[in-house]
């Protein structure tokens, strides 16, 4: 079996600035810069309803639903970014974050995990599936907020009343 690899190499490079070329899209609210390295066929599992979207353009029209909600201006922050890549499928992990530049604003108040698989086509790099997800509190349903990245929080599944054991 092919090993996959880590930067440095051109295939991690590629999809990198791919990634890179695709925050500054977002933050630019650019929609055909922001679809415009997806397959046609693209899965996404969103961390907003619906579950999934499939296709290039449903997901152009996701964003496009999306960005009035967004503030007037914001910062697409990512970190964490690791990309392996062997002959011609890909694969990245990275965390990413909409910094409001002015004021709060509910983007701003997590970040969200974000997977993605990549095929090298003839036409270069294109997206083929992409995950992002917020972790979820098993007590009480809700959303867990990553308000640090380097705090790894988690309930307190002792307490009585909570999902772990009861006494």
């Known amino acids: 079996m092919a090993q996959l690899t880590e930067s440095p190499n051109p295939a991690t ?12 899209a977002v933050q630019s609210k650019d929609l055909d810069r922001i679809v415009a390295d997806y397959a046609d066929d693209i ?5 907003i309803p619906p579950y999934k979207t499939v296709g290039k353009a449903a997901i152009r029209q996701a964003w496009a639903d999306c960005m009035p ?12 970014l690791v990309v392996h890549a062997s002959g011609d499928v ?4 990275f965390l990413c ?3 409001p530049l002015s ?4 983007c701003g108040m ?14 270069g790099w294109k997206v083929i599936h992409s995950h992002v997800s917020v972790p979820f509190n098993p007590c009480n349903n809700q959303a867990w ?13 002792s307490q009585p009343g909570s999902c772990g054991p009861t006494p």
């Open 13 to 24: 490079d590629q999809i990198r600035r791919l990634i890179m070329a695709w925050a500054d």
């Open 43 to 47: 899965l996404l599992y969103d961390a």
């Open 69 to 80: 909600h967004f503030p007037e201006a914001f910062r697409a922050e990512l970190r964490d």
């Open 90 to 93: 890909g694969v990245a992990h």
């Open 97 to 99: 974050h909409f910094q």
């Open 103 to 106: 004021g709060e604003h509910p």
């Open 110 to 123: 997590t970040w969200m995990r974000v997977t993605e698989g990549y095929l090298r086509t003839p036409g």
């Open 145 to 157: 907020t990553i308000r640090d990245p380097d705090v790894v929080e988690v309930p307190d599944y």
